[in-house]
Every structure is written in structure tokens, then in C-alpha cells.
């Protein structure tokens, strides 16, 4: 159970010290840990039965679990066990593969490791309050975040060092809006006919225009959440914007940049 509480230093002191004494709050942190496994159950109801049981006779906790139908006669469940005491944890995968075979995700032990559903949940409502997403958005994160963890561990890695780099790249998105967003801005005149200008936002997507008589190419154009912001720097480059012939070659994918293309060649 996740417990979220505000309140003085004290009053949280002393809240934990109640918690402890009637054992919601685990002192022996030190031998406490979630190890994630995966059993290879066939696909039939009630495979994951003799498992769940097993798990009860130890008395783990299940902070995690995740399995996926596959169009095979097995399916892959994998569960992260709160474990505290960590010597019982090898005693366990010795009884677990008389019941089926048990894999082991050998996360990176220099790494904090997220098992739960409620490291994506608060990872969403961080997005959402960084970035301004709408309901609908969040609730269409929430279940992206959750297959790209059941992607991670396919490949028996550790979410943290991708959440955690989306979230420092998030956090210089939501910097940078509005009057924050001051890109370098520099006019390179080719010819009488022609010029280039070149548009660096402060979080990288550069977008060049070219402009050559009555015509203007753009090449890529930023992030889509920054639409207002360089639409209305476009706006200012090139004149007469609304009624100009316009055409854009895009190099790579930038962020919902598909948005941001339709918005720009109205």
C-alpha cells in the first residue's frame, strides 16, 4: 500500500513511528527488496493457480504483475515479489521451477528498479503537469508508458534510465514555453532572390526556411507542442505567411510533428 501524506516534520515523525508499530512501515529496510521473475505457464485457466499459492506460503507481496497472450500454448507471467527477507528468495525458485521453468530479469543492482504500476502512474501525472496535457492525453499515456514497461522487460532491462531520460527531456520541453521559448534566430542572404533562416529553439528541432522569390521550403519544423510559439516567430520571418506558397521536406521525426506539419501548411 502507497501512503501519501502531508504535514509537518513532526506530524510525519510521529505518523511513522505509529505506522511502524502496527506494521505498515518495515524497518528492515536493509533486507527488503522487489525481485522481478518470470514463469512460463501454459495457457490455461488456472495455470497461474499452484504459483499464486506458492507465493501466498512464502508470504510475498506481489507489487507487480504482467503477462500477455501470445498465440502460443504458454504464456510469460512476470511478477515482482516484495521480498524481505532476501535469503528465502532462492528456496522459492527452487520450489517455483518443480511448478514450471522461472526466469530471473537481471536488472542493472546499481539501478533503482520501478516493479509497480505506481512508478507510470505518478511518471504520467509528472508529464501531465509539465507538459499541460489534456485528460485525454494523460489517459492515452498511461497505457503507452505501460506497454513500453512490459517492452523493457521482454528485454530484461531497467525503466528507470528511459523514463528517467524522458522525464529530464520533458521537464526542458515545459521550461521552454511560452516567453521562455527564445530560439537563436540567423538570416543567411544566398541571393537577391534567395535567403535562408535558420530557427534554434533552446530544446533542440531546429527548423530552416528557405525562401526564394514568391516560394518557401521549409525543412523540419519542431516540436508540435511548440506550434503556437514558433508560428508565431514563421509568422514574422516570412510575410504575407497565410497566402505564400508553401512546402516542407521533413528529415526526421520529431515529436507529434504530424500536427504540427498539417497546422503549417494551411
Known sequence: MFIDAEGTEEQLKKADIELEKIGYLQSNADRT?????????????????KVLTLINDFNFNISYISSQEDGTGYQHFKMGLYVEDSDQISVFIKEAEKICKVRIIDYNSTEKVFDNSIFYKTFVMGLTQTMGLSEDISIELL???????????????SPYRTFFSISKFAELLGASKG????????????????????????????????????????????????????????????????????????????????????????
Open 179 to 266: 516567453r521562455a521559448f527564445i530560439p537563436r534566430i540567423t538570416t543567411h542572404k544566398v541571393s537577391d532572390r534567395t535567403d535562408i533562416t535558420l530557427i534554434e529553439p533552446p530544446c533542440g528541432s531546429n527548423t530552416t526556411i528557405i525562401r526564394s522569390n514568391d516560394k518557401v521550403l521549409f525543412v523540419d519544423s519542431g516540436y508540435a507542442c511548440y506550434t503556437d510559439e514558433m508560428l508565431e516567430i514563421i509568422k514574422k520571418v516570412v510575410v504575407d505567411f497565410d497566402n505564400t506558397k508553401k512546402t516542407i521536406l521533413i528529415t526526421h521525426a520529431d515529436v507529434t510533428i504530424a500536427v504540427y506539419c498539417l497546422c503549417l501548411m494551411k
Open 33 to 49: 527488496s522487489v525481485v522481478l521473475l518470470e514463469f512460463c505457464l501454459e495457457d490455461v485457466p488456472g495455470s497461474v493457480t
Open 143 to 157: 497505457v503507452h508508458v505501460n506497454l513500453a514497461m512490459q517492452t523493457l522487460d521482454e528485454q530484461g532491462l
